[in-house]
């Protein structure tokens, strides 16, 4: 599976529009990228995931560049709760296993 | 309502003793996932299972065992064998058999050996 390197931390202002970046020079042409976020102590949700295509949902965007070695999750206007561990991951479809890395730590201020 | 639970929240052993883990799912879901996480890393995982009566291993198994009886049932054991159990341990379940098999992920039971 492919490897990804996020920033350590990020800050954001609250209300503002928060991008985490994430590399993933090495992702094959069926891997996904997948992003969840984990606020402490709890399980790890779900938020968005694509192959090469932009997507947005209720909750973020994802945008893919077109080589696919990296891409960006945006929260479009940022709250206080979307403080939290933000992890990038890619993974080969239909394999089970997801392989967490260290993440980025988002803290949106007020 | 639909999801996973896990119970406990916290757990509490002492060294050398066995302990299950719960894990259950109403989402009708075929496949199921363990992982651990120590302070301040990513998920790792333990055990998976496609199907109802088989599990693979993951990546740290040694030292823990699984059971799928049910579908709606995957409980992890942490046996003594563990060199270092004290963790935060999930569990996921997903559709299976998709190409965008999306994982989703129980609370979470921290256990602490003493």
């Known amino acids: 599976d492919a490897k990804t390197t996020q920033p350590t931390s990020m800050d954001c202002a609250e209300g503002r529009a928060a991008n985490l970046p994430c590399n993933h020079s090495?992702?094959?042409?069926?891997?996904?990228v997948y992003w969840y976020r984990q606020i402490h102590s709890q399980g790890p949700q779900y938020i968005i995931h694509g192959l090469k295509n932009n997507e947005t949902n209720e909750m973020a965007s994802l945008i893919i560049t077109e080589d696919r070695k990296s891409s960006t999750l945006i929260l479009p206007h940022a709250t206080l709760r979307d403080t939290a561990v933000y992890y990038c991951?890619?993974?080969?479809?239909?394999?089970?296993?997801?392989?967490f890395g260290q993440g980025t730590t988002l803290q949106v201020k007020p | 309502d639909g999801g996973i639970t896990q119970s406990p929240k916290y757990l509490f052993r002492k060294e050398g003793q066995n302990v299950t883990l719960s894990c259950e799912q109403n989402l009708n879901h075929d496949a199921m996932y363990w992982y651990r996480q120590d302070p301040g890393q990513g998920l790792r995982l333990i055990y998976y299972s496609q199907i109802v009566n088989d599990f693979q291993k993951g990546d740290i198994a040694e030292g823990y065992s699984v059971s799928r009886e049910k579908k709606e049932s995957f409980p992890l054991t942490v046996t003594s064998a563990q060199k270092n159990p004290t963790a935060f341990y999930l569990c996921a379940s997903s559709s299976g058999g998709s190409r965008t098999d999306t994982q989703y992920f129980g609370p979470g039971t921290r256990l602490t050996v003493l």
């Open positions: 991951i890619v993974r080969v479809a239909v394999e089970g296993k997801l392989i």
């Open positions: 090495t992702i094959s042409g069926n891997e996904y």
